[in-house]
């Protein structure tokens, strides 16, 4: 890896007038964990905008969902003064970072674009950090989402369910017919994803945000909590024995070939059924968890840029301006199943989903319900996502009752504190 940063130190980044624009050359080495065939797509279409700004790529791939194992990588390359030149980055993992003093300063782009008047508040949180820019916004994709296989919901008769019993007796139905109902990889953060929809199933949006955000102990191991545990265990009936460290784009491959008619997971999901060719409202449909709709549970993908010496900003910058440019927004975020994360991008190139998703976290906005995503780090800190994700992954597995789990999740989040 050593021997990679050299190299990228050694491609000096200039600024040259080409044409009356200005072009950027050099290089950004970038840690991510886009590998799925969606995500793959959507980086291509950064990757192709920045190669036509004279920058090229080199490519630093973690796979594993959600990004932990990004992380670490990412922890193991900075430990060794080898920071890469960008990396996605969700969350408070970026106001993490920022507290370190290791991230670049991206005030200088941000003015010249304006960034302050078109990024939202709730994305701006955690891409600047003592009222500078230190992260670019690339998408908002949120975690309360079903995806299902319309072939396989109108042979069996079953319409969009509404509600949890809908939901519920839905999955009953091609559990009966001998198909799975519910395609899932038991991996702790698929779980946890699951669970950011279900909790605002149960009690709205004012008990996730008291639970969740607010880390209230009486929430956190009240009624409330032991019915969402109980509504995992509902769901844990419905996937297959198969199930354990699946990865999620596996899961939602189950949807997409009909051996299975749903995937509860964040929009990226979307991307892959894209890839496959499917059309939405003709092969598959999108809709909020049932009991959640108006409600969002946000994760953003941001960029950071490490501090890797003055030669690599012009690359830096030029990469963050790329980011951020209303067209790029549009085209990254039809292909990844997510919606811009600026205010300003019409939403005529989206998909009906895209269309729907878009007018949502806009109200989701206006009225308040615009939640972070606990399972995606913008809710808490790692520490504390890691104990929710604990409790989840072992009362999903069976080794907490409802109840059992309710007292844990108190007990974990408070040490984690
Ligand atoms: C999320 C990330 C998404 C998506 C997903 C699965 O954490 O925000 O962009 O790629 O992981 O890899």
């Not at 036509?52 to 932990?68: F, L, N, Y």
């Not at 500078?132 to 319409?159: E, F, M």
């Not at 909590?225 to 198969?242: C, H, T, Y």
Request: proline share 4%; glycine share 10%.
């Amino acid at each position: 890896m050593r021997g990679y940063l050299g190299k990228t130190m050694k491609a000096v980044a200039v600024l040259a007038l080409t044409t009356g624009v200005a072009r950027a050359e050099g290089s950004v080495e970038v840690l991510h964990w886009w590998t799925s065939g969606g995500e793959a797509a959507a980086l291509n279409v950064l990757k192709q905008d920045l190669q036509k700004e004279g920058i090229s790529w080199k490519d630093m791939p973690v796979a594993g969902g959600g990004g932990e194992q990004a992380m670490t990588v990412l922890r193991a390359r900075v430990t060794a003064g080898d920071p890469p030149t960008a990396v996605q980055m969700l969350g408070y993992d970026i106001l993490d970072w920022a507290k370190q003093g290791v991230l670049a300063n991206l005030d200088a782009v941000a003015k010249k674009d304006n960034w302050d008047a078109v990024v939202p508040d709730a994305i701006k949180k955690f891409s600047k950090y003592d009222g500078h820019w230190i992260a670019v916004p690339v998408d908002v994709h949120s975690t309360n989402w079903v995806w299902a296989n319309k072939h396989v919901l109108d042979s069996l008769g079953i319409a969009q369910p509404k509600t949890w019993d809908d939901f519920i007796a839905a999955m009953q139905k091609v559990k009966d017919a001998g198909k799975i109902a519910l395609a899932m990889g038991g991996q702790p953060w698929q779980e946890a994803t699951m669970f950011d929809g279900v909790v605002l199933s149960v009690g709205g949006p004012e008990f996730y945000k008291k639970a969740f955000i607010d880390l209230d102990p009486a929430a956190l191991g009240g009624p409330q909590m032991v019915e969402a545990f109980k509504r995992m265990g509902q769901l844990r009936s419905f996937v297959d024995p198969n199930f354990s460290g699946r990865d999620w784009n596996l899961a939602s491959a189950m949807v997409i070939k009909g051996d299975a008619a749903f995937q509860m997971m964040g929009d990226w999901a979307k991307g892959e059924f894209l890839r496959a060719n499917q059309k939405p409202g003709v092969d598959f449909e999108c809709f909020r968890t049932p009991g959640t709709e108006g409600d969002v549970t946000f994760n953003s993908d941001q960029f950071v840029m490490f501090k890797v010496g003055k030669a690599q900003q012009p690359a830096q910058d030029a990469m963050a301006e790329a980011v951020m440019s209303p067209a790029f927004q549009s085209s990254f975020n039809v292909v990844k199943g997510s919606v811009p994360a600026r205010t300003d991008v019409p939403d005529t190139a989206f998909d009906a989903c895209g269309k729907m998703a878009m007018a949502q976290l806009k109200a989701a906005d206006k009225n308040g319900t615009l939640l972070g995503s606990m399972a995606h780090g913008h809710a808490n800190p790692a520490a504390v996502k890691n104990a929710i994700y604990d409790v989840v992954t072992a009362n999903f597995n069976g080794q907490y009752s409802a109840e059992q789990a309710a007292k844990e999740l108190v007990k974990a989040v408070a040490l984690a504190q």
